[in-house]
């Protein structure tokens, strides 16, 4: 593959991703919040679930629809005692977390192989993003079909949603690299993998790290529509127990969770992602 035809960079916009020569891990730690910046990020959601639970208790909200949230914790802590809770948080962060891992894996090929070679792109990217485009819930009945109702197809699903954001994130971080910088370093007569190492990498990872934060969030949501494919355990599965037996608090208590996992996850992947790439930055200039 020739050099014309290998490489796919387009100048450099004015919001391109943040090129190598600007300390990556600077750009996103500037925008984190400080230490304590969670407890200001928990007084909504606290005064929040204080109203809700006001408003339960005086009557104006209706037990049977919207139980309050005194309710909702201790159908949880009920859950947690008799061992349930467990089976079900185990196989949903098992499934998400290998759907999350294939989706990802996938996703940074194509995209470095679409955002590199102009080639690729030309001849991969209308096809993916005309499967991007299919909604969740039409793949559940082909899926079925193909792998039956077992965990393969279930991790498939969750796979297909981290997909795109990692896929769109990096290949658009890659096409957005200052071609001045690939430039100098071809000037400096950089092999294929310098390139990539020294330019490619330090100015794309920014945004390839967004695109892992936006996938992972897809995939607690396709968990979802993957556990309600004839699963019997998950919290997606109790999301239809509790709807087919009456019960609001344990509909409640599994959105409750679900919130609550998605958030500690991103949180553990956004702090990992700000750790590497200081890392990346320290060894950049130790070098």
């Known amino acids: 593959m020739s050099e014309s035809s290998s490489l796919y960079v387009s100048p450099a916009p004015a919001t391109a991703p943040v090129a190598a020569s600007t300390p990556a891990a600077e750009q996103v730690v500037l925008r984190t919040p400080g230490r304590w910046g969670w407890l200001r990020g928990a ?67 194509f995209g470095a192989l679409t955002g590199y070679s102009r080639t690729l792109n030309q ?33 498939v699903l969750i796979a297909v949603g981290v997909f795109f954001p990692v896929y769109l994130n990096l290949m658009n971080g890659i096409q957005g690299v200052d071609r001045k910088l690939v430039e100098v370093g071809r000037v400096y007569r950089l092999s294929g993998f310098q390139l990539v190492r020294r330019i490619f990498m330090p100015a794309t990872l920014p945004a390839y790290f967004v695109g892992l934060r936006s996938g992972l969030g897809l995939g607690w949501m396709f968990v979802v529509a993957a ?17 087919m037996t009456g019960r609001p608090q344990t509909i409640l208590a599994s959105i409750l969770l679900f919130a609550v996992l998605g958030q500690l996850t991103d949180a553990l992947l956004s702090q990992l992602s700000r750790r590497l790439l200081r890392w990346q930055d320290t060894h950049r200039v130790s070098n």
């Open 43 to 109: 007084v909504l959601p606290a005064l929040l679930l204080v109203v809700w639970e006001v408003l339960a208790r005086v009557g104006v909200l209706p037990p049977n629809l919207l139980p309050a949230p005194s309710r909702v914790l201790a159908t949880i802590w009920q859950m947690a005692l008799t061992g349930e809770l467990w089976e079900h948080l185990a196989i949903t962060l098992w499934r998400v977390a290998l759907g999350f891992l294939l989706g990802s894996a996938l996703a940074t090929v």
């Open 123 to 155: 001849l991969l990217d209308p096809l993916l993003q005309g499967i991007r485009n299919i909604p969740s819930l039409a793949w559940v009945p082909l899926f079925i079909l193909w792998m039956g109702i077992y965990e393969t197809s279930k991790v």
């Open 227 to 243: 556990e309600i494919m004839g699963a019997n355990k998950g919290l997606g599965f109790l999301l239809v127990d509790g709807q």
